[in-house]
């Protein structure tokens, strides 16, 4: 069954740094595109970054400069270290796979596999 599983979240000041991780029992894990999602109350779910397959790197432009999205194929993990982190950031962190997609990509339909998230709480 595959399984997509988060952890890394918590609760930090803002401006101090977070680094997440998702383990993914994926077959062929090279072969998928991998994104970051967040939501929080009262928002829409939001692409954050994405790594492809073919190693495209995308990100949303109000992180960019900020995260940065990697992911070790060896271990079937995908990172997204997070600096510089704002009140805005305020969100459970969700990543997701893409059997359909090489080049990284933030649009959630192209994602049919989902974490169940990791909380992340930036107070100011």
């Known amino acids: 069954q595959l399984q997509l599983v988060e952890s890394g979240g918590g609760s930090v000041q803002a401006g101090e740094s977070l680094r997440l991780s998702c383990i993914a029992s994926?077959?062929?894990?090279?072969?998928?595109?991998m994104a970051w999602f967040r939501h929080s109350g009262g928002r829409l779910r939001e692409g954050v970054a994405s790594?492809?397959?073919?190693?495209?790197?995308t990100y949303a432009p109000s992180v960019k400069g900020r995260f940065t999205v990697s992911r070790d194929n060896a271990k079937s993990t995908l990172y997204l270290q997070m600096d510089s982190l704002k009140p805005d950031d305020t969100a459970l962190y969700s990543c997701?796979?893409?059997?359909?997609?090489?080049?990284?990509?933030?649009?959630?339909?192209?994602?049919?596999?989902w974490g169940d998230g990791t909380q992340v709480t930036v107070s100011s």
């Open positions: 997701a796979a893409s059997a359909y997609k090489r080049m990284a990509d933030l649009s959630d339909a192209y994602y049919t596999f």
């Open positions: 994926l077959r062929n894990y090279e072969t998928y595109t």
């Open positions: 790594i492809g397959s073919d190693g495209s790197l």
